[in-house]
């Protein structure tokens, strides 16, 4: 009897450990990239609400730099120094995958905490409203108490107000930042990805001025097919 009560235990415990990993990969499964998960459960578990959004808008930053940084890379330099460029051009691709993702992820969260602020923003200006209207009211009654609690009152849903939309604002430059460079890396990576063989086929002509060459001595000899 007391080895069916361990192995019992044992048992449920064995079930809830596989119910959790269940549950653990279930939701991992919603997050594109695992790396991006990983950031945000060792921040969010490690980290109070007011460092977490510090170290959220760090992290703005740096795609920011990154995308910057990447908006100015050159295909043709990478792989013209590269030893064995099919590996670099794979690389290259795969890397500026993932910061597209890393992107994305961020335009996304940039967005909803947008929305967020100016519904936050309104709210604070309805607030505001009730109060004037409060106030005009203690004007009309003498009510110097009702008076200066509403006067009060309106100043601070004045002051959250202005808080949000400037926080907003700011929201929205950086993301209009982000979306200038995500745009124009995209279509970078899009155009290079259709053409990957083409490039490592051609690309000690790609690199000299011989395909120049070739392309006008091409249109000459159109040229001089017929004297009509």
Request: aromatic share 14%; charged share 25%.
């Amino acid at each position: 009897m007391w080895c069916n009560k361990i192995k019992t235990k044992l048992l449920i415990l064995i079930l809830s450990f596989f119910c959790f990993n269940f549950l653990f990969a279930y939701n991992l499964s919603d997050y594109s990239d695992m790396s991006l998960f990983a950031i945000w459960i060792h921040k969010k578990v490690s980290q109070g609400v007011d460092s977490w959004n510090e170290n959220w808008s760090g992290w703005y930053i740096n795609i920011l730099k990154k995308l910057k940084d990447y908006s100015s890379l050159s295909i043709i330099s990478i792989l013209e120094f590269s030893s064995i460029r099919e590996m670099s051009l794979k690389k290259y691709m795969d890397d500026t995958n993932d910061l597209l993702k890393d992107t994305d992820f961020v335009i996304n969260d940039l967005q909803q905490k947008i929305n967020i602020l100016k519904s936050d923003m309104q709210d604070c200006m309805d607030d505001k409203n009730v109060y004037d209207k409060q106030y005009f009211q203690a004007l009309e009654l003498y009510d110097q108490s009702y008076m200066d609690e509403s006067l009060e009152k309106s100043i601070y849903y004045q002051k959250c107000a202005s808080e949000n939309r400037i926080n907003m604002n700011a929201n929205i430059i950086l993301l209009d930042m982000i979306n200038h460079y995500y745009t124009f890396i995209k279509t970078k990576y899009d155009y290079i990805e259709s053409k990957q063989d083409l490039i490592l086929r051609n690309f000690d002509f790609m690199k000299t001025d011989i395909l120049d060459e070739l392309l006008e001595t091409k249109a000459v000899l159109k040229t001089l097919n017929s004297l009509d």
